[in-house]
């Protein structure tokens, strides 16, 4: 008989599992981190405000994080990773709309292929979803693939 039970076990488990495999998919990723700074360059005098805004981030304080990454973005307009991180703060404060736009002008200044560009589209889809346009968020998801 333990062999009967066993196998039912297993069944139950499995039938399960195929069960709830396709709502994992639903669930929304928490936006990752940027990469580290050396993966893109930074100027010196931009390094340490961005270093600043991460700290700010990791306390949430996205408020102080935006003043940070507004002052470096002054010295150093065309770094996607700098953008990247105010778009960060904009999904921590709710502003949705805007973190897409700041999501575009990075992957604007990257190639295609880079990974903080996909970390940008990781974080444009989730923004979607926070709107309620799961259309525009799977698009994303699909550039993803």
């Given at each position: 008989?333990?062999?009967f039970?066993?196998?039912?076990?297993?069944l139950?488990?499995c039938?399960?599992?195929?069960l709830?495999?396709?709502?994992?998919?639903?669930?929304?990723l928490?936006?990752?981190?940027?990469?580290?700074?050396?993966a893109?360059?930074i100027?010196?005098?931009?390094?340490?405000?961005?270093?600043s805004?991460?700290?700010?981030l990791?306390?949430?304080?996205?408020?102080?994080?935006?003043?940070?990454?507004?002052?470096?973005?002054?010295l150093?307009?065309?770094?996607?990773?700098?953008?990247?991180?105010?778009?960060?703060?904009?999904y921590?404060?709710?502003?949705?709309a805007?973190?897409?736009?700041?999501?575009?002008r990075s992957?604007?200044?990257l190639?295609?292929?880079?990974?903080?560009?996909?970390?940008n589209?990781?974080?444009?889809?989730?923004?979607?979803?926070?709107l309620?346009?799961?259309?525009?968020?799977?698009?994303l998801?699909?550039?993803?693939?």
């Open positions: 008989m333990p062999n039970f066993a196998g039912r076990r297993l139950w488990s039938l399960l599992l195929i709830l495999l396709p709502g994992c998919a639903l669930l929304e928490k936006p990752t981190r940027p990469p580290e700074p050396e893109i360059p100027s010196p005098q931009a390094a340490p405000l961005l270093a805004a991460r700290q700010a990791d306390r949430q304080e996205p408020a102080a994080a935006e003043g940070y990454l507004e002052r470096a973005i002054r150093e307009p065309r770094n996607p990773l700098l953008w990247h991180t105010l778009a960060q703060t904009k921590q404060q709710g502003d949705y805007q973190t897409i736009q700041l999501g575009l992957n604007a200044l190639p295609q292929s880079a990974p903080l560009a996909r970390e589209l990781r974080l444009m889809a989730a923004a979607h979803r926070r309620g346009q799961e259309d525009k968020a799977r698009q998801d699909e550039q993803l693939r």
